[in-house]
């Protein structure tokens, strides 16, 4: 058995639930967030910085990974997990994504892709079954069928398409798996058209796949669409299984897809807003470089427990990143993954208490309140 | 009293010698490394990293953080040790070295230094006296006088010239003093001629200083005459007085100036080599970067027991060099650290021993060999 997921607990008055997956490296506690360590790493942190920030799950990126370092190195050195010393569970993106946000010397059929590597320069070969072999060298836990992923808002015609590509290659993902350890995701395309992504869910949830994603959001649509098609794909996927939101996003947006029943997440959001000196905080985001944190002696966020929050001041955060010192962005990375995964650990109270769509009504209209209130007191907020 | 110097042993065959600086912020084993913390942070590492390293002692500049974050900050959150979150001994550098690199915009007189910042574009004055009071505004541990730095190799009327107004900006700098916690060192001057070297100590060592520093070393002088100046000044310094020789060096610097009676050592090496992908290790200097290591599964060097070295190949550490992955550097700086605090501790081991002659003279010849064979392997070593 590659993974076992069971549902713990189920709020009233949502479709938000709380699971356990069981994976060959860990348990995951769900609704969970996942760290993106797309080259088997995420950036500027250690596996313990991983660990003390909550984390659960790492995420890599199989486009990224076979090109560099490469499938061989993983077969050789016996899987990612020893590789880069997290001993915890790992997901791997199927490079869907990646492929299709080449813009050049990238052609794309039946078989799969073909593209010019930024590494080598030479041409390269990204089916379903490639993607899959990649994957099994790399040794995740669970990995993604390769998907085609267009723009969200593309005319029908070129979402159904693409989804029923999506559908084939699925299949041939599924017959391509040989480690019955690893877990294998399908992808639900179908863009912001309702009747497509019903089609989508009704066929791969007609195969054995260990868990759904919903895919082909969070690329050009608005937070109410995104909510709409999350709500319902999310309905009609089976209750048994996990369901996994790909690359979505802020902390309303997790919110209101756990409201909808979606159990895992993976976005760049806390790492990359960190590298660029932006910090999720109780009250609204802190741009650290702003003027006023020059005088802060207070820490990021009073309500924060991590270790940046119980040692460092915003007037220090603010020196270090005028001053492009590299221990800025790896502290404010650092507070922000941990900002997600405790916001993760408290809807998962919620819903164990019976109270989250509560909980969830009051913590999305405190976000737009300082959100609000950010944009009406412009330069003068930190 | 601001600093408490004592000779614990002495080495037999050799000027070597083994004490502790007691500050007031904690004992310094000496001879000891200082790990360069410029800007109020050693890039990239956290206090923790740094105790994890072993290092007793963080060094800041003057300059640096007179501009950014400034004076009146260390005033407002009561000094550096609080503002950076490192609790042990800390050294500011006064400035003397950074002035003297500018190259425009920047006049000098007998009264200090005038030159446009490149912070805010407006031109500043760093005085001997000015230099102090920054200081006292840091809170330092040991401040450090502000010296006329020149080139090591400049003829010999303007290396006394220098040297001379380093001597009358000493004795205003000791006259600046006024927090009688803060130790104060100055530093000799006189370039590479002996004869000024010797008036240099002669002068400064009259005045009640709480040690002395060897300035204007490393700055264009060969390996054999920064040896044979450090020999010179550090057998005329009194053997009461910690003894500092400034931005020196490579292990082979060190372990010469330990044989000469050398307590305390500074330097960038470890931290900008590591960012820049070079390691040192116990068989010689690792370029990361090179193709070898991308196929080595061994830690960079197998006799180390720092945190990299515990969990971390090669081969991934390449690959986070080859990607531009910030955790590359950080790993990479962390080990080097390690490797020159550990350097250190088996250098006070060997004088407790009395062995330190044998032990200087073994290793010297260990590291010239593995040069040696870098040299002639070429390409071929990793």
């Known amino acids: 058995m590659s993974v076992r997921f069971t549902v713990r607990a189920q709020d009233e008055a949502s479709r938000a639930r709380r699971g356990e997956l069981v994976t060959t490296h860990g348990v995951v506690q769900t609704p969970a967030f996942m760290a993106v360590g797309t080259r088997a790493t995420v950036t500027g942190l250690t596996p313990d910085d991983l660990r003390?920030?909550?984390?659960?799950?790492?995420?890599?990126?199989?486009?990224?990974?076979?090109?560099?370092?490469?499938?061989?190195?993983?077969?050789?050195?016996?899987?990612?997990?020893?590789?880069?010393?997290w001993h915890g569970p790992v997901l791997t993106d199927s490079g869907g994504?990646?492929?299709?946000?080449?813009?050049?010397?990238?052609?794309?059929?039946?078989?799969?892709?073909?593209?010019?590597?930024?590494?080598?320069?030479?041409?390269?070969?990204?089916?379903?079954?490639?993607?899959i072999e990649v994957q099994t060298a790399i040794g995740s836990d669970i990995m993604m069928v390769l998907d085609v992923c267009i723009d969200s808002t593309s005319e029908e015609?070129?979402?159904?398409?693409a989804m029923e590509r999506t559908h084939r290659w699925a299949l041939r993902s599924l017959a391509a798996r040989t480690n019955p350890q690893q877990a294998l995701f399908a992808i639900a395309q179908g863009g912001l058209n309702p009747e497509l992504r019903k089609q989508s869910v009704q066929f791969l949830t007609q195969h054995p796949f260990d868990g759904f994603a919903i895919g082909g959001l969070a690329v050009g649509d608005s937070r109410q669409q995104r909510e709409e098609i999350t709500h319902?794909?999310?309905?009609?996927?089976?209750?048994?299984?996990?369901?996994?939101?790909m690359g979505v996003g802020t902390p309303p947006d997790l919110l209101h897809a756990v409201l909808a029943g979606v159990d895992m997440f993976d976005?760049?959001?806390?790492?990359?807003?960190?590298?660029?000196?932006?910090?999720f905080t109780s009250t609204g985001r802190v741009r650290i470089t702003r003027a006023p944190n020059a005088s802060c002696d207070e820490p990021l966020d009073a309500q924060c427990t991590c270790s940046t929050c119980a040692k460092f001041s915003r007037s220090y955060l603010h020196h270090l990143f005028k001053c492009s010192e590299p221990l800025g962005?790896?502290?404010?990375?650092?507070?922000?993954?941990?900002?997600?995964?405790?916001?993760?650990?408290?809807?998962?109270?919620?819903?164990?208490a019976g109270t989250y769509a509560s909980y969830a009504r009051q913590k999305l209209e405190q976000i737009d309140r300082h959100e609000h209130n950010g944009r009406r007191l412009g330069r003068a907020l930190p």
């Not at 319902?232 to 939101?245: G, M, N, T, V």
Request: aromatic share 8%; with cysteine.
């Open 232 to 245: 319902l794909a999310a309905e009609l996927l089976p209750a048994d299984k996990p369901r996994y939101l």
């Open 97 to 131: 994504y990646q492929i299709f946000s080449l813009k050049e010397d990238r052609t794309v059929s039946e078989k799969g892709a073909r593209f010019r590597a930024y590494t080598d320069q030479r041409m390269h070969m990204l089916s379903p079954e490639r993607s």
């Open 157 to 161: 015609g070129a979402v159904r398409e």
């Open 52 to 85: 003390d920030v909550g984390a659960q799950v790492v995420l890599g990126n199989t486009y990224h990974l076979m090109l560099r370092p490469g499938p061989e190195l993983f077969q050789r050195v016996g899987g990612i997990h020893k590789y880069m010393q």
């Open 267 to 279: 976005c760049v959001l806390p790492t990359h807003l960190g590298w660029q000196g932006t910090a």
């Open 329 to 352: 962005p790896r502290l404010l990375s650092l507070h922000n993954l941990h900002h997600y995964h405790a916001l993760m650990a408290e809807v998962r109270s919620a819903i164990e």
